[in-house]
């Protein structure tokens, strides 16, 4: 399947905004506001978790960094990242977001029962509490869901420090 994104960025034609070795930005031809950034990665994936955690975590920098910069360039007041898994091409779409722009991403939302919804959050926290032990045996794990998750702080390298935290040490 042909990739239409990929064939403009080959020819061209595409406005890119960014690239490196494994991701690209670009302002598609149809935004949905001023400013609209798509980023993607080179390969393609048509879900999150067919990716190395190292993209995936690339990915998101890069969609905080674009977020930011809307902020900066365009005076945006919010942006919506929205993930689209799709069969032909992953991708996050910053959206740049000012009051008043009449955009609508509402939706319905659900009634749950609270029985339900205590069975649903028991699915997910006992799938949840193995984030950040990708390397722990299934043995090694709790068997229930822990009470005080162990906090891990990752701290960005120099080059991936966000621009508004570049700027609160500013901040006097």
Not at 11 to 36: F, M, T, W
Not at 77 to 97: A, C, F, K, Q, W
Not at 103 to 129: C, G, H, R, T, V
Not at 144 to 165: A, H, R
């Amino acid at each position: 399947m042909t990739c239409i994104i990929c064939e403009k960025i080959k020819e061209g034609k595409a406005h890119v905004v960014y690239e490196d070795a494994s991701l690209v930005a670009v302002l598609p031809s149809k935004p949905a506001a001023v400013g609209h950034i798509k980023i993607l990665p080179k390969n393609h994936f048509s879900k999150i978790e067919e990716m190395e955690d190292s993209l995936v975590e690339d990915l998101f920098f890069l969609a905080n960094f674009a977020s930011s910069s809307v902020f900066e360039a365009l005076q945006a007041h919010g942006t919506n990242i929205i993930l689209n898994e799709t069969d032909n091409h992953l991708s996050i779409d910053v959206i740049p977001r000012k009051e008043g722009d009449n955009m609508n991403f509402l939706w319905q939302p659900k009634q749950i029962e609270p029985e339900e919804m205590d069975e649903i959050e028991k699915k997910i926290s006992d799938k949840a509490f193995v984030i950040g032990k990708k390397d722990a045996k299934p043995s090694e794990l709790p068997s229930i869901p822990i009470e005080k998750p162990e906090e891990v702080i990752k701290i960005p390298d120099e080059e991936k420090t966000n621009y508004l935290i570049k700027n609160l040490e500013k901040t006097p």
